[in-house]
């Protein structure tokens, strides 16, 4: 496939479609952090739980995934290329001295130019009914206080249609719902801005509190709900 990405099912035109940009927490043989290892089982490095979830969507719910192959330390997918923080230096308060003073165009061209290209052409070969960002959220960010209750956020930016659907459906099922918290999608919404509100199309873009993904259980059990919940969004968007 890609050192960039991997791409799980087949899409379909008019099915739901899933993507996932901080799924992976792996860092190439050839590129050295500088940073214990323990922090690249860490929020920093992957979006705990996703890749889980995406490949129990795919293979249960037949919701085909673009999921990315590298950890977000190495490239982030979820930026502009012109971001500072695409290749960052520090995250949460943990410096990262591999990325000061990197080629950032060799990492542009090597995993973001490659993820996305792959992730436009996937998506306008299948022309999905709705697509679906799949990220996670730490409880407690180390650099400030704040309090994070929120079991699920959805994210958008100028598009809401299907945030406007999700949001009361996710709190019928008994789940603290963050409206574009907790952070919003108007502020951080590379990918969906791009492949998504770029072209129309409509996306729920979600945000699962990572100790409520620790297990294969709730693994299982979240896939389930996403896919019942998009599944109804996409029903009311048609």
């Known amino acids: 496939m890609s050192e960039a990405f991997r791409q799980l099912g087949t899409a379909t035109p008019g099915g739901i479609v899933c993507t996932a940009d901080h799924a992976s927490n792996h860092v190439p043989v050839d590129i050295a952090l500088g940073i214990p290892e323990h922090l690249l089982n860490e929020h920093i490095a992957i979006d705990i739980g996703t890749a889980a979830i995406a490949e129990t969507l795919a293979r249960n719910d037949a919701i085909p995934a673009h999921i990315a192959a590298v950890s977000r330390l190495v490239c982030d997918f979820n930026r502009e290329e012109t971001a500072p923080g695409l290749v960052p230096e520090a995250s949460d308060g943990h410096p990262v001295p591999g990325n000061v003073g990197v080629d950032r165009e060799g990492r542009l061209d090597r995993f973001h130019r490659l993820y996305h290209t792959a992730l436009s052409d996937w998506l306008a070969a299948a022309q999905p009914a709705l697509i679906l960002s799949l990220h996670s959220f730490t409880p407690h960010l180390a650099s400030r206080e704040e309090p994070r209750p929120w079991q699920i956020g959805v994210l958008y930016n100028q598009d809401d249609r299907a945030a406007r659907i999700a949001i009361p459906l996710l709190a019928a099922e008994g789940l ?12 951080l919404n590379y990918t969906m801005n791009r492949h998504a509100e770029g072209h129309g199309r409509p996306y729920l ?34």
Request: hydrophobic share 40%; aromatic share 4%.
């Open 176 to 187: 603290n719902v963050g409206d574009n918290l907790p952070y919003s999608g108007r502020d």
């Open 205 to 238: 873009g979600v945000e699962l509190r990572q100790d409520l993904v620790q297990t294969p259980e709730s693994h299982h059990r979240w896939a389930a709900l996403l896919a019942n919940i998009a599944q109804r969004v996409a029903s009311a968007l048609a």
